[in-house]
T-cell receptor, first 114, second 116 residues
Framework: NAGVTQTPKFQVLKTGQSMTLQCAQD?????MYWYRQDPGMGLRLIYY???????DKGEVPNGYNVSRLNKREFSLRLESAAPSQTSVYFC?????????????FGSGTRLTVV | AQSVTQLDSHVSVSEGTPVLLRCNYS??????LFWYVQHPNKGLQLLLK??????LVKGINGFEAEFKKSETSFHLTKPSAHMSDAAEYFC??????????????FGTGTKLQVIP
């Protein structure tokens, strides 16, 4: 099925460990996004990529890095995980940077940092 | 500054009765407005969107929303709730800011409980 695929679905890290969350879309969308979801706070934008070859910080970028590997793939890296990064992470894509068509979301990665 | 407020964090309705999920927004320009639904342990799915065409927008699964500029509201409704509607719903506003950047803001969500 067409859509946004995220891996892994679940992950437990120890404080200070690193990991990369993977995201791939097969809809030929130009723009991709990483959000985190925390209870009572809605979704907050971490980083986005308006088009292949560009990345920009969102609302909460500290502690994260991203790579837009090609048009399909957009990865999120935690270099040194902290308990405050315990969250559910969603990758999304949209046809254009205007986002007027709405986003297509992946099913999420549930990350726990102990 | 752009913002979106979902007026109820939890709404409980009986199966077969109407659903009303309330959303107010503030935006300096001409916003696009969206409702997304998230079922437990799933990603968000687009329900419907308003992008300056008809003010009454119909979405999937019988949901609809009306854009009221004078009230800065975009409430989500459904005439008759079904058990499968139990989920969390997010109101989202998207608009261009003065710097030429499109900002997207999510509401904090409304959890809908449907009682048999």
């Amino acid at each position: 099925n067409a859509g946004v695929t995220q891996t892994p679905k679940f992950q437990v890290l120890k404080t200070g460990q690193s990991m990369t969350l993977q995201c791939a879309q097969d809809m030929n969308h130009n723009s991709m996004y990483w959000y985190r979801q925390d209870p009572g706070m809605g979704l907050r934008l971490i980083y986005y990529s308006a088009s292949e070859g560009t990345t920009d910080k969102g609302e909460v970028p500290n502690g994260y890095n991203v790579s837009r590997l090609n048009k399909r793939e957009f990865s999120l890296r935690l270099e040194s995980a902290a308990p405050s990064q315990t969250s559910v992470y969603f990758c999304a894509s949209s046809e254009s940077r205007t986002a007027a068509y709405g986003y297509t979301f992946g099913s999420g990665t549930r990350l726990t940092v102990v | 500054a752009q913002s979106v407020t979902q007026l109820d964090s939890h709404v409980s309705v009986s199966e077969g009765t109407p659903v009303l999920l309330r959303c107010n927004y503030s935006s300096s320009y001409s916003p696009s407005l969206f409702w997304y639904v998230q079922h437990p342990n799933k990603g968000l799915q687009l329900l419907l969107k308003y992008t300056s065409a008809a003010t009454l927008v119909k979405g999937i699964n019988g949901f609809e929303a009306e854009f009221k500029k004078s009230e800065t509201s975009f409430h989500l409704t459904k005439p008759s709730a079904h058990m499968s509607d139990a989920a969390e719903y997010f109101c989202v506003v998207s608009d261009w800011n003065s710097g030429g950047y499109q900002k997207v803001t999510f509401g904090t969500g409304t959890k809908l409980q449907v009682i048999p």
